[in-house]
């Protein structure tokens, strides 16, 4: 296919996005529907949260875990050729790693990495056949630097990093680039998660608990899940044509 030419068209392109029910994941759906993707393949366990999306094309959407590897050799029957793979579904996780039980390590082990890894080697399957691609991971700066009291969360996202590194070495060949972006904080529904921040919004607000997390961050403020997924589109582009095997720190200086 010759580059078109706008690099950021996407025009007549199939796409796979996991975790596309909200945050980050509804906003590459967007992005990728207003640039004029053909096909999204949307998966996500909250099946009404993926119907209920508005976009400009029509979307092929999956309910399930995509932890489940059987849900994975189902769909692939009739999934058929991607040009692009977002994989981005990921729960949270918080602990300090002496004080987690297995049970907990799992459970953040078994949507994050082992999720990632069921959603890649898929979508890396369905690139193949249709001879080219690009695929962008959703990591985290906390899989970067070390920050106390996420241990399971920090670990997967580190070990889906170098999982998109060594699926970008490894793809070279087959005119299919792998990269990862590792966001600092961003405004999403993962936080709600946390205790601590549901006090906090009960307290004082959404948007003051923001900024009391954000206050670390030498920007002052999270990003929004349109920022990022304006990024992940880049990364995907025809624009990105000679990046691969990167992973993309997008933190608001976070990590200085």
Known sequence: MPTPANPLD???????????????????????????A???????????????????????????????????AELEETLGTLDHVVVNAGIGGNGEIADLTFAAWRKVM????????LTLAAGLRAMKKNGKGSAVVTASITGVKPV???GPYGVAKAAVAHMARIAAAENAKNNIRVNAIAPGGVDTAIWEGSPEFLQTVADHGREFALKGMAATTPRGTFATS?????????????????????VHVTDGGFSF
């Open 10 to 36: 996407f025009t007549g392109r199939s796409v796979l996005i996991t975790g596309a029910a909200s945050g980050i994941g509804a906003a590459c759906a967007r992005w990728l529907s207003a640039q004029g």
């Open 226 to 246: 349109d920022e990022i997924a304006g990024e992940v589109g880049f990364l995907l582009s025809d624009m990105a044509a000679n990046i691969t095997g990167v």
């Open 38 to 72: 053909e096909r999204l393949v949307l998966i996500d366990r909250d099946g009404d949260a993926l119907d209920a999306l508005q976009l400009e094309t029509a979307a092929q959407c999956h309910a399930f875990d995509v932890s489940d590897p059987a849900k994975w």
């Open 148 to 150: 106390p009291g996420i």
């Open 110 to 117: 078994d949507v994050n990495l082992d999720g990632a890894f």
